[in-house]
């Protein structure tokens, strides 16, 4: 060992001081350094684990205001669907009521048209006995003025539109 010490001109005087120096130095390093910094690294270790777990949770309320978010949406289409179809139904139903009453007046505005029809066939047919009497009168009043009289002619001209009434009975049941 001397050989050693010899080689490598070791004082261990000068050692052990070293070996002070470098035990105060580490004890100095540890209370002051590593101690403080171990600490300041626990927390924010824990800081870390904190916001890990905060995340998670995080991201679990994220899934569940999905699932939120999901059956909102699918109840939204529910009920839009159900508004919908209730649309449809009233719809329907106004349109059925709107083709009744159109139908009502078309069956009102042809029972009108038949009834005044038949008012203006009655006229027209009233005009046409009229004129037809008229007629029959004036011919007989110039075929034969001298042998008939007045109540002659017309009793000659009811008898002619009598006629021609029941023809026109006749024609119509045809």
Same mark, same amino acid.
């Given at each position: 060992?001397?050989?050693?010490?010899?080689?490598?001109?070791?004082?261990?005087?000068?050692?052990?001081?070293?070996?002070?120096?470098?035990?105060?130095?580490?004890?100095?390093?540890?209370?002051?350094?590593?101690?403080?910094?171990?600490?300041?690294?626990?927390?924010?270790?824990?800081?870390?684990?904190?916001?890990?777990?905060?995340?998670?949770?995080?991201?679990?309320?994220?899934?569940?205001?999905?699932?939120? %978010?999901?059956?909102?949406?699918?109840?939204? %289409? %529910?009920?839009?669907?159900?508004?919908?179809?209730?649309?449809?139904?009233?719809?329907?139903?106004? %349109?059925?009521?709107?083709?009744?009453?159109?139908?009502?007046?078309?069956?009102?505005?042809?029972?009108?048209?038949?009834?005044?029809?038949?008012?203006?066939?009655?006229?027209?047919?009233?005009?046409?006995?009229?004129?037809?009497?008229?007629?029959?009168?004036?011919?007989?009043?110039?075929?034969?003025?001298?042998?008939?009289?007045?109540?002659?002619?017309?009793?000659?001209?009811?008898?002619?539109?009598?006629?021609?009434?029941?023809?026109?009975?006749?024609?119509?049941?045809?």
């Amino acid at each position: 060992m001397e050989s050693i010490i010899a080689t490598f001109h070791l004082d261990w005087k000068l050692v052990l001081a070293q070996l002070v120096n470098f035990a105060l130095v580490v004890f100095v390093l540890w209370f002051f350094v590593l101690k403080p910094l171990t600490k300041v690294m626990g927390e924010r270790s824990q800081e870390i684990e904190k916001s890990l777990i905060q995340t998670k949770e995080i991201e679990e309320k994220f899934k569940e205001a999905e699932k939120e %978010r999901a059956e909102i949406l699918k109840e939204s %289409r %529910r009920q839009a669907q159900k508004i919908i179809a209730q649309a449809k139904i009233l719809a329907d139903s106004e %349109r059925e009521k709107i083709i009744e009453s159109a139908r009502l007046k078309v069956e009102k505005i042809v029972e009108d048209s038949k009834t005044n029809l038949a008012f203006q066939k009655k006229q027209v047919l009233a005009e046409i006995h009229q004129y037809l009497a008229d007629l029959v009168v004036g011919a007989c009043e110039k075929i034969l003025p001298s042998v008939m009289d007045k109540k002659i002619d017309h009793a000659l001209a009811d008898k002619v539109l009598a006629e021609v009434e029941k023809q026109d009975w006749q024609n119509k049941k045809l």
